[in-house]
């Protein structure tokens, strides 16, 4: 361990971002805020950041990772670790080039290769951290990343383990709603989770959240009632706002150095680099036709910009369909190839193909040395506004309210080049006077467009030089009426807590949560849509079919794209999108929706996980919900209205659209496992080749003969495999094609060792799917592995061996697992005692024989032998599951957990086999049931209805100790003690404190069960 102070932060920071004949120095505020967070027995983060743009905020990351790291003395000892372990960066919109998330992946790389110096120091400093300050036998890196930008089942890599130092690249929406136990595109199963992990150690960097400030008075009301509990569990939590202009009444941070005025300091470069900008007056846009005349004024001014010295131009605008009018008027003069257009209407998927192929010569880092041999054009909207570390030539924008305009010249000359920087600032002649109905910056719009009228100069034109404007502004009142206007969320009352900490099953009402993200606004989430090729949702087996195969390879968040859900119930309802909505969340202006207006109706999948039925398949608009995570039928279909993606991939897709499909690409980088889906759909665009040919004649097969020889489909599969790990695909796309002879490669070598039964599943009468088993361990870290793990649709079922998992060593595990996990956090010895005997505890249930029967496929007939945890014999499809569900005679919804409860509470009654020390405090009792029977999501604050008059009498011993049960479990009855116990123990340890709790538990039941996948 290291002993790392404010003076080793310079060290640390150089180490980092210096290249060779580039040295880099923090800047001094950074050096300030180094000495407030670490000095002293807390770890004091301001309420506020207050800097302009282009000033180095993201550098926040690297001073929340160094002050965590110069607490790692304090494992094992009385002083708590203060510094938050979880660190959010957060913005109020969708963002196409992501600089936060882009540091933070060098800055765990640099720690996670360090090989000595002051970058080890904090590299092992972290690791012990992430280790609880033990010999844990899972070895964990310094510092994870992820980016949460969508709400996707089985999407939460981030919330693996509690002791992890990680950063978390995100929106307001996405950890605003997982905060407030209600999050968006997940079920309700791991809310607790998500919540307490968010609340709990944890810091959240709000930035440039001009539009953001109900999340913030929210986050403000959350860190209030965390300390309403008998016993605060004494976790921090930071909300931070950065901004140039922060609400006044915040305990505020501002940058006090005189660097920012010093021409020859790389801050002062920046700060006092001039950016004349001109103003024009689109007279012609007013009524029906002036969009036309505005979209060629935008793009005309960009053209006029074009010099030997300014070849790349950045074009604002304020919405997605005038963003999309330039692109196409701009396509329609020059080389497609030289425009771009960025919107947050993208999937991640093509949004990371275009920057790392695109954009990489606008990077800031590259900007003095760049050399562009033709003029490029970048269209953007709003989601180029923050979190895009890029420098631009030249700059066209729409008018909007100042507050945004200052951020959108933050990516012109962002580096203070010593170039003719130019900008023209463009609005629409019917706003001038009056812009109340824009639905994001109303009237803030035409007063900023009058006060820079005022301040131009004889040229017509302002300076929007960050420190020029500074000097220019207006106070109090006169700026905020030029600012985007504020909202304010409701007021938080206890009430409204109550109701959300409920999650399974939630009350009715339930509590609007966009209303505490982004205030009273018309808008409210976007939903997710991703596209399938093997979908027919016409026919009873088509649904059966479709319905299995997601089942098995689930939407991930890489793969969807983030629609406003007004634009896409008008889709539904019509065909027609009419996008006209600004790329900021929680605005979408949204008239009423009828049903289906003409025509067949198209079907979707409102995706829910395992909890997905034919119910959720809809052609109606209005059972669309924010949140939704929609899956649409690749073929058919008019996909172009509903989203932006890469011209060239927008020709294919046109031609062949089942390339839109890239489930099996998303699922191997999320999940960490193979997969292959053998559908006609999808092998008639695979490469050409033998692999292809033997597929085609597979599935043929199998049609006509729909019991064919397991063993000649087998081999089959094995001859398909084999081909397609070795091909070497040419061409435009060929990148496209690495990870299916990757995936090919792990799956063939899989079936080498556990067998093609456990692997090979029939999906109706056209298609498989060949599903790996292992985990591949060098994706483990950013996978969501085991995130929302249960036994019928775990991830993880057997030892890596591919035998199953024994009762008794999973119990052991995991109570191993929570006691670390509980150790790392500095919890009381009560507390850490509590969960290990939760975790030893937890799937006692699993003992009843019909659970067993249906650990080895149903077949109730095998008796004897050892209790199993875990099985490869588990079904894995919903139909599947149910026949082996029939057969074990296990009853429908069926809960292992609540008859665990009820066998602890045997051993509880009669006292032998408890501790003592547990036994004497009521609590430390309430708390382990409560945890053992929320360790799947239920139990907050009521159990399900299960119906199970056939429930046999179980007996067994334990460890020792002898659990026994007569019949029904009955905790569905009001007077079960079920509901009481939760809200006592929310009375105790707060609402988040108790949701922090249950994350220990069900965390170290995850990463157990990960543990024996791929280590025994």
Same mark, same amino acid.
């Given at each position: 361990?290291?002993?790392?102070?404010?003076?080793?932060?310079?060290?640390?920071?150089?180490?980092?971002?210096?290249?060779?004949?580039?040295?880099?120095?923090?800047?001094?505020?950074?050096?300030?805020?180094?000495?407030?967070?670490?000095?002293?027995?807390?770890?004091?983060?301001?309420?506020?950041?207050?800097?302009?743009?282009?000033?180095?905020?993201?550098?926040?990351?690297?001073?929340?990772?160094?002050?965590?790291?110069?607490?790692?003395?304090?494992?094992?000892?009385?002083?708590?670790? *203060?510094?938050?372990?979880?660190?959010?960066?957060?913005?109020?919109?969708?963002?196409?080039?992501?600089?936060?998330?882009?540091?933070?992946?060098?800055?765990?790389?640099?720690?996670?290769?360090?090989?000595?110096?002051?970058?080890?120091?904090?590299?092992?400093?972290?690791?012990?951290?992430?280790?609880?300050?033990?010999?844990?036998?899972?070895?964990?890196?310094?510092?994870?990343?992820?980016?949460?930008?969508?709400?996707?089942?089985?999407?939460?890599?981030?919330?693996?383990?509690?002791?992890?130092?990680?950063?978390?690249?995100?929106?307001?929406?996405?950890?605003?709603?997982?905060?407030?136990?209600?999050?968006?595109?997940?079920?309700?199963?791991?809310?607790?989770?998500?919540?307490?992990?968010?609340?709990?150690?944890?810091?959240?960097?709000?930035?440039?959240?001009?539009?953001?400030?109900?999340?913030?008075?929210?986050?403000?009301?959350?860190?209030?009632?965390?300390?309403?509990?008998?016993?605060?569990?004494?976790?921090?939590?930071?909300?931070?706002?950065?901004?140039?202009?922060?609400?006044?009444?915040?305990?505020?941070?501002?940058? *006090?150095?005189?660097?920012?005025?010093?021409?020859?300091?790389?801050?002062?470069?920046?700060?006092?680099?001039?950016?004349?900008?001109?103003?024009?007056?689109?007279?012609?846009?007013?009524?029906?036709?002036?969009?036309?005349?505005?979209?060629?004024?935008?793009?005309?001014?960009?053209?006029?910009?074009?010099?030997?010295?300014?070849?790349?131009?950045?074009?604002?605008?304020?919405?997605?369909?005038?963003?999309?009018?330039?692109?196409?008027?701009?396509?329609?003069?020059?080389?497609?190839?030289?425009?771009?257009?960025?919107?947050?209407?993208?999937?991640?998927?093509?949004?990371?193909?275009?920057?790392?192929?695109?954009?990489?010569?606008?990077?800031?880092?590259?900007?003095?040395?760049?050399?562009?041999?033709?003029?490029?054009?970048?269209?953007?909207?709003?989601?180029?506004?923050?979190?895009?570390?890029?420098?631009?030539?030249?700059?066209?924008?729409?008018?909007?309210?100042?507050?945004?305009?200052?951020?959108?010249?933050?990516?012109?000359?962002?580096?203070?080049?010593?170039?003719?920087?130019?900008?023209?600032?463009?609005?629409?002649?019917?706003?001038?006077?009056?812009?109340?109905?824009?639905?994001?910056?109303?009237?803030?719009?035409?007063?900023?467009?009058?006060?820079?009228?005022?301040?131009?100069?004889?040229?017509?034109?302002?300076?929007?030089?960050?420190?020029?404007?500074?000097?220019?502004?207006?106070?109090?009142?006169?700026?905020?009426?030029?600012?985007?206007?504020?909202?304010?969320?409701?007021?938080?009352?206890?009430?409204?807590?109550?109701?959300?900490?409920?999650?399974?099953?939630?009350?009715?009402?339930?509590?609007?949560?966009?209303?505490?993200?982004?205030?009273?606004?018309?808008?409210?989430?976007?939903?997710?849509?991703?596209?399938?090729?093997?979908?027919?949702?016409?026919?009873?087996?088509?649904?059966?079919?479709?319905?299995?195969?997601?089942?098995?390879?689930?939407?991930?968040?890489?793969?969807?794209?983030?629609?406003?859900?007004?634009?896409?119930?008008?889709?539904?309802?019509?065909?027609?999108?009419?996008?006209?909505?600004?790329?900021?969340?929680?605005?979408?202006?949204?008239?009423?929706?009828?049903?289906?207006?003409?025509?067949?109706?198209?079907?979707?999948?409102?995706?829910?996980?395992?909890?997905?039925?034919?119910?959720?398949?809809?052609?109606?608009?209005?059972?669309?919900?924010?949140?939704?995570?929609?899956?649409?039928?690749?073929?058919?279909?008019?996909?172009?209205?509903?989203?932006?993606?890469?011209?060239?991939?927008?020709?294919?897709?046109?031609?062949?659209?089942?390339?839109?499909?890239?489930?099996?690409?998303?699922?191997?980088?999320?999940?960490?496992?193979?997969?292959?889906?053998?559908?006609?759909?999808?092998?008639?665009?695979?490469?050409?080749?033998?692999?292809?040919?033997?597929?085609?004649?597979?599935?043929?097969?199998?049609?006509?003969?729909?019991?064919?020889?397991?063993?000649?489909?087998?081999?089959?599969?094995?001859?398909?495999?084999?081909?397609?790990?070795?091909?070497?695909?040419?061409?435009?796309?060929?990148?496209?094609?690495?990870?299916?002879?990757?995936?090919?490669?792990?799956?063939?070598?899989?079936?080498?060792?556990?067998?093609?039964?456990?692997?090979?599943?029939?999906?109706?009468?056209?298609?498989?799917?060949?599903?790996?088993?292992?985990?591949?361990?060098?994706?483990?870290?950013?996978?969501?592995?085991?995130?929302?793990?249960?036994?019928?649709?775990?991830?993880?079922?057997?030892?890596?061996?591919?035998?199953?998992?024994?009762?008794?060593?999973?119990?052991?595990?995991?109570?191993?697992?929570?006691?670390?996990?509980?150790?790392?956090?500095?919890?009381?010895?009560?507390?850490?005692?509590?969960?290990?005997?939760?975790?030893?505890?937890?799937?006692?249930?699993?003992?009843?024989?019909?659970?067993?029967?249906?650990?080895?496929?149903?077949?109730?007939?095998?008796?004897?032998?050892?209790?199993?945890?875990?099985?490869?014999?588990?079904?894995?499809?919903?139909?599947?599951?149910?026949?082996?569900?029939?057969?074990?005679?296990?009853?429908?919804?069926?809960?292992?957990?609540?008859?665990?409860?009820?066998?602890?509470?045997?051993?509880?009654?009669?006292?032998?086999?408890?501790?003592?020390?547990?036994?004497?405090?009521?609590?430390?009792?309430?708390?382990?049931?409560?945890?053992?029977?929320?360790?799947?999501?239920?139990?907050?604050?009521?159990?399900?209805?299960?119906?199970?008059?056939?429930?046999?009498?179980?007996?067994? *011993?334990?460890?020792?100790?002898?659990?026994?049960?007569?019949?029904? *479990?009955?905790?569905?009855?009001?007077?079960?003690?079920?509901?009481?116990?939760?809200?006592?123990?929310?009375?105790?340890?707060?609402?988040?404190?108790?949701?922090?709790?249950?994350?220990?538990?069900?965390?170290?039941?995850?990463?157990?069960?990960?543990?024996?996948?791929?280590?025994?």
């Amino acid at each position: 361990m290291f002993r790392l102070s404010v003076a080793d932060f310079r060290a640390f920071f150089s180490a980092l971002w210096s290249e060779p004949d580039k040295p880099k120095q923090p800047f001094q505020w950074q050096i300030d805020l180094v000495e407030k967070v670490i000095s002293g027995e807390e770890n004091q983060w301001p309420e506020a950041i207050a800097l302009p743009t282009a000033s180095g905020k993201t550098a926040c990351l690297d001073i929340a990772i160094f002050a965590l790291a110069a607490q790692a003395d304090r494992l094992g000892t009385t002083r708590p670790i *203060t510094a938050p372990r979880r660190i959010f960066f957060v913005v109020d919109r969708r963002i196409i080039v992501d600089e936060a998330y882009a540091r933070a992946e060098k800055l765990a790389d640099k720690l996670s290769k360090a090989e000595g110096g002051v970058l080890k120091a904090v590299a092992d400093n972290l690791r012990l951290i992430a280790q609880g300050g033990t010999n844990s036998v899972v070895k964990k890196p310094p510092l994870l990343v992820f980016a949460l930008r969508g709400g996707m089942y089985r999407s939460e890599a981030w919330a693996r383990d509690p002791l992890q130092p990680i950063i978390v690249a995100s929106t307001v929406d996405q950890v605003g709603s997982r905060m407030l136990f209600r999050a968006y595109g997940r079920g309700p199963g791991m809310w607790p989770v998500y919540a307490g992990l968010i609340a709990n150690d944890s810091l959240i960097l709000l930035d440039e959240a001009h539009c953001a400030q109900p999340f913030l008075q929210t986050m403000q009301s959350v860190k209030r009632y965390r300390s309403w509990a008998e016993y605060p569990l004494g976790r921090c939590f930071y909300p931070v706002v950065m901004s140039a202009t922060p609400p006044p009444e915040l305990e505020m941070f501002t940058d *006090t150095s005189s660097e920012r005025k010093n021409p020859d300091h790389p801050l002062g470069r920046r700060q006092l680099a001039s950016k004349p900008a001109a103003l024009v007056e689109v007279k012609a846009a007013k009524g029906a036709k002036g969009l036309e005349s505005f979209v060629k004024a935008l793009a005309d001014k960009a053209e006029e910009l074009i010099s030997d010295e300014r070849k790349a131009v950045v074009i604002f605008a304020n919405r997605v369909g005038t963003a999309r009018a330039v692109y196409e008027l701009l396509c329609s003069r020059w080389n497609e190839e030289q425009i771009i257009l960025l919107t947050g209407r993208m999937r991640p998927i093509d949004r990371d193909d275009t920057v790392n192929e695109r954009l990489k010569l606008l990077a800031s880092a590259c900007s003095e040395e760049r050399k562009l041999d033709e003029p490029l054009f970048v269209m953007a909207t709003q989601t180029l506004e923050v979190g895009a570390d890029l420098d631009f030539d030249g700059l066209v924008t729409e008018c909007a309210a100042l507050d945004a305009l200052r951020q959108r010249f933050g990516r012109l000359n962002r580096m203070g080049r010593p170039i003719p920087a130019r900008a023209v600032i463009l609005i629409q002649g019917a706003q001038v006077d009056k812009s109340d109905d824009d639905p994001i910056y109303g009237s803030a719009l035409a007063a900023t467009w009058k006060w820079l009228k005022e301040q131009a100069n004889d040229h017509g034109e302002v300076d929007f030089g960050i420190s020029t404007m500074e000097q220019s502004l207006p106070a109090g009142a006169d700026l905020s009426a030029m600012n985007t206007p504020a909202k304010n969320a409701p007021v938080m009352m206890p009430a409204h807590v109550d109701c959300f900490g409920q999650t399974r099953p939630a009350p009715d009402p339930d509590p609007d949560v966009a209303l505490f993200l982004h205030g009273p606004r018309d808008g409210v989430a976007d939903v997710q849509i991703c596209w399938r090729a093997d979908l027919e949702l016409n026919s009873d087996a088509g649904i059966n079919e479709a319905l299995a195969s997601l089942s098995l390879c689930p939407p991930s968040s890489s793969e969807a794209m983030p629609v406003p859900i007004g634009v896409f119930r008008r889709w539904l309802a019509s065909g027609i999108s009419n996008d006209d909505t600004p790329d900021v969340e929680g605005v979408d202006p949204t008239a009423p929706i009828e049903a289906v207006e003409s025509g067949a109706p198209h079907l979707v999948i409102r995706w829910h996980g395992r909890d997905t039925t034919r119910e959720d398949i809809t052609s109606d608009p209005r059972r669309i919900r924010p949140g939704d995570v929609i899956v649409l039928p690749a073929v058919g279909w008019s996909w172009q209205e509903l989203g932006d993606f890469p011209a060239a991939k927008k020709k294919e897709f046109s031609i062949n659209p089942q390339f839109l499909d890239v489930g099996d690409r998303a699922y191997i980088q999320s999940r960490a496992k193979a997969i292959l889906r053998i559908h006609p759909a999808l092998v008639s665009i695979w490469p050409e080749g033998r692999a292809k040919e033997l597929a085609k004649e597979l599935l043929t097969k199998i049609a006509e003969v729909p019991d064919m020889d397991t063993e000649e489909v087998a081999d089959y599969i094995k001859e398909i495999l084999s081909n397609l790990s070795t091909i070497q695909p040419t061409g435009p796309f060929s990148a496209r094609w690495s990870w299916l002879a990757k995936g090919a490669a792990h799956l063939l070598e899989e079936m080498k060792s556990i067998g093609y039964r456990r692997m090979i599943v029939r999906i109706g009468r056209q298609a498989l799917c060949i599903t790996g088993q292992k985990l591949l361990e060098e994706m483990i870290p950013q996978a969501d592995t085991f995130s929302d793990e249960d036994d019928v649709g775990a991830s993880g079922i057997t030892k890596g061996s591919g035998e199953p998992v024994k009762l008794d060593e999973h119990l052991k595990g995991v109570a191993a697992f929570a006691r670390s996990y509980a150790k790392g956090c500095g919890l009381s010895e009560e507390l850490v005692n509590a969960l290990e005997y939760a975790g030893i505890w937890h799937d006692l249930g699993k003992a009843d024989p019909r659970y067993q029967a249906l650990l080895r496929g149903g077949n109730k007939w095998i008796t004897g032998g050892d209790l199993l945890a875990k099985s490869g014999d588990m079904r894995r499809t919903p139909q599947a599951t149910r026949a082996s569900r029939i057969a074990a005679n296990y009853p429908e919804n069926g809960r292992h957990e609540l008859l665990s409860v009820r066998l602890i509470e045997s051993v509880v009654k009669s006292g032998a086999g408890v501790p003592t020390s547990l036994s004497e405090d009521p609590t430390i009792i309430d708390l382990i049931l409560h945890l053992v029977a929320s360790h799947h999501g239920y139990c907050r604050p009521f159990a399900p209805v299960v119906f199970d008059d056939e429930a046999p009498d179980i007996e067994l *011993t334990m460890n020792g100790v002898h659990f026994s049960w007569q019949g029904p *479990t009955h905790l569905e009855r009001l007077d079960s003690g079920v509901s009481d116990r939760y809200w006592r123990l929310v009375k105790r340890f707060g609402w988040w404190g108790l949701a922090w709790l249950e994350a220990l538990l069900r965390l170290a039941d995850h990463r157990c069960s990960e543990w024996e996948e791929t280590k025994r």
